[in-house]
C-alpha cells in the first residue's frame, strides 16, 4: 500500500498558516496566494527550484522581507504535524503485515526537516519524493519509478492520496487507488478493496 502525505498523514492547510501569521484576512489569501498557491511552490516540489531562489521571489511577490518569508517558510514545516487517526491507521496496517511505501509531492527541504522528526516513516520500506526525482504525481513517470523502484505489482497495490487528480494518475498506472477524505473513510474503502 501507498501512502501520500501532505492531508493524508500529516496536517497541511496553507492558508490557515497564513491567517495566523497575518492576521488581516484579505492580506492571508494574497500572500497564501503568492506563495504556497503560486507555481514557484510547485517547482520547490518539483526539485527545479531551491528554498533560497524561491524565498527571494516570494519576498519580491508579496513584499514581504526575506527574513519574513524564512519564517513563514520554517513555519509551514513545523505545521505539517500527525494527523492521529491517520498514524492509527498507517500502525494497523503495519502491524498486520502490510507492506507500506510512500508517494510524496515535497520540497527536498521540507522532507529533510520533517523526517527526522516523525516517527511514522520507520514504517515504510521505500519512500519516493518528487524533489529529488524532478517530477511530481500525477505524471506517469513518477508512478512508473516508484512500481520499478520497489518492484510492486500495480494491481495488487493500493494508493491512498487526498487530491483526485493524482488518484487518476495511479489508476492510470494501473495501481488500485482511493481517494483520501479521512481515516474513516479510507479503512472502509479499503475493507470494501479486499472483500471484493
Given amino acids: 500500500m501507498v501512502f501520500d502525505v501532505g492531508q493524508v498523514l500529516v496536517q ?10 497575518f492576521r488581516d484576512e484579505e492580506r492571508a489569501r494574497a500572500i497564501n496566494a503568492a506563495i504556497f498557491s503560486h507555481d514557484d511552490w510547485q517547482r520547490l516540489d518539483e526539485g527545479v527550484m531551491d528554498e533560497e531562489e524561491a524565498n527571494g521571489r516570494f519576498a519580491k511577490r508579496t513584499g514581504l522581507s526575506l527574513e ?29 503485515g502490510v ?22 516513516w520507520e514504517h515504510f520500506r521505500g519512500i519516493v519524493v518528487s524533489s529529488y526525482l524532478r517530477t511530481l504525481k500525477p505524471r506517469p513517470e513518477i508512478f512508473e519509478r516508484l512500481i520499478s523502484t520497489y518492484k510492486l505489482t500495480p494491481g495488487e497495490t493500493v494508493f491512498l492520496d487526498d487530491n483526485a487528480t493524482n488518484v487518476e494518475g495511479a489508476r492510470a498506472a494501473g495501481l488500485q487507488a482511493i481517494q483520501f477524505q479521512d481515516a474513516a473513510q479510507a479503512r472502509r474503502d479499503l475493507a470494501t478493496l479486499v472483500t471484493t
Avoid at 16 to 21: K, N, T
Fill in 12 to 21: 497541511w492547510d496553507s492558508l490557515r498558516l497564513c491567517r495566523e501569521q
Fill in 68 to 96: 519574513e518569508v524564512r519564517q513563514l517558510i520554517l513555519s509551514s514545516k513545523v505545521s505539517l504535524v500527525p494527523i492521529p487517526e491517520s498514524i492509527a491507521l498507517l500502525d494497523e496496517l503495519f502491524h498486520s
Fill in 99 to 120: 507492506h507500506l511505501y510512500a508517494l510524496t509531492n515535497m520540497a527536498r527541504g521540507t522532507f529533510e526537516f520533517i523526517r527526522p522528526r516523525q516517527a511514522f
